[in-house]
């Protein structure tokens, strides 16, 4: 008898030990990591998520529809996909909205306004429709190419030469109030290359008096045709 009673709270303290709790709780199931495709989904992405700050001008129109165009996702690229044809839109205001989503940094914003800025100026009539419009079209892109922002300056100045593409001459009576930004940029190395290309593009639509243009605020500039 006397050994079974010692023996029985020998078995209990073990069964004690076997039926305590872990000390910490179990780890939680590990989340699905997201696909890189769901950073471009619009289903995925929820540009208004960060209510620290309120949303752009730009974001605000495009959420409202007063952008008539929307991404299309394709297996290889990303295209736009218009309401109606760009032709049939007025450039007031939408050429001046798009080059403001220009300073955009979150997607889909950035396709949109570089995309949608670039198929306007394509149209028959770009030309006539840009041209009225540089004196509100040129502080918005210095703007741009003011931009902290590397990609946002790169979107800037594609749009720049875009633009000389299609108005030509009619840029040079605006063009210096956008030479100080390119000038300060010429000094980084990864940018040079790219701006001077730009640089010469703007001569060969602008015409030689776009020379002088640059030169006054680039001394270093060389003529495509020097």
């Not at 798009?98 to 950035?110: D, F, S």
């Not at 004196?135 to 590397?150: I, Y």
């Not at 000389?164 to 605006?174: E, F, I, K």
Request: hydrophobic share 40%; with cysteine.
């Amino acid at each position: 008898m006397s050994s079974s009673v010692r023996i029985k709270p020998k078995t209990a303290i073990q069964k004690s030990k076997t039926s305590s709790p872990l000390p910490c709780s179990p780890e939680p199931a590990a989340k699905p990591q997201p696909k890189p495709s769901d950073k471009l989904n619009p289903k995925t992405i929820d540009p208004f998520g960060d209510h620290s700050r309120a949303p752009s001008a730009f974001a605000a129109i495009y959420a409202k529809g007063g952008i008539p165009c929307r991404l299309m996702h394709g297996a290889v690229k990303h295209r736009l996909q218009w309401e109606c044809l760009p032709e049939t839109l007025p450039f007031d205001p939408l050429l001046i909205t798009l080059a403001e989503g220009l300073r955009e940094t979150r997607h889909p914003y950035t396709f949109v306004s570089k995309e949608g800025f670039k198929e306007l100026l394509l149209v028959e009539d770009a030309a006539e429709k840009a041209v009225p419009l540089l004196p509100r079209l040129v502080p918005v892109l210095k703007a741009a190419l003011a931009h902290s922002d590397d990609e946002v300056f790169e979107r800037g100045l594609d749009a720049l030469v875009q633009l000389s593409a299609v108005v030509g001459s009619s840029l040079n009576d605006h063009l210096k109030l956008l030479l100080t930004n390119l000038s300060r940029r010429l000094m980084d190395k990864k940018f040079k290359e790219k701006i001077t290309v730009a640089l010469q593009k703007l001569e060969q639509y602008g015409g030689q008096a776009t020379v002088a243009i640059i030169k006054a605020k680039i001394p270093t500039y060389c003529s495509v045709n020097s």
